[in-house]
């Protein structure tokens, strides 16, 4: 296993996790409103391939992820596009 610097980005609405390419190692959510949190392999817009999905519902518990192996690959950078209300901490190198 290799042996890297993980990083973090939280976002309290839809945005940019990492501009460029990146490993997403895992994940703390919050939920707010009910929905599905979409990962898109693009550092600028909610368009493109969708590596990760999560669906939540309203007002849960804590949900923390950890991918295994070397994580989910993102060759343009990442942008998450949250459901209202939700927060979001992703783990990256």
Same mark, same amino acid.
Do not use: W
């Given at each position: 296993? =290799?042996?890297?610097?993980?990083?973090?980005?939280?976002?309290?609405?839809?945005?940019?996790?990492?501009?460029? $390419?990146? $490993?997403?190692?895992?994940?703390?959510?919050?939920?707010?409103?009910?929905?599905?949190?979409?990962?898109?392999?693009?550092?600028?817009?909610?368009?493109?391939?969708?590596?990760?999905?999560?669906?939540?519902?309203?007002?849960?518990?804590?949900?923390?992820? =950890?991918?295994?192996?070397?994580?989910?690959?993102?060759?343009?950078?990442?942008?998450?596009?949250?459901?209202?209300?939700?927060?979001?901490?992703?783990?990256?190198?």
């Amino acid at each position: 296993m =290799m042996q890297t610097d993980v990083k973090s980005t939280h976002l309290n609405a839809s945005g940019v996790v990492v501009v460029g $390419r990146c $490993r997403i190692r895992g994940y703390q959510i919050a939920p707010g409103s009910a929905g599905q949190i979409n990962f898109y392999d693009n550092a600028t817009t909610n368009s493109g391939l969708i590596p990760l999905s999560v669906d939540t519902t309203a007002n849960t518990a804590i949900i923390s992820t =950890m991918i295994p192996g070397e994580g989910i690959l993102f060759v343009n950078g990442c942008y998450v596009n949250l459901p209202a209300s939700t927060t979001i901490t992703v783990f990256y190198a």
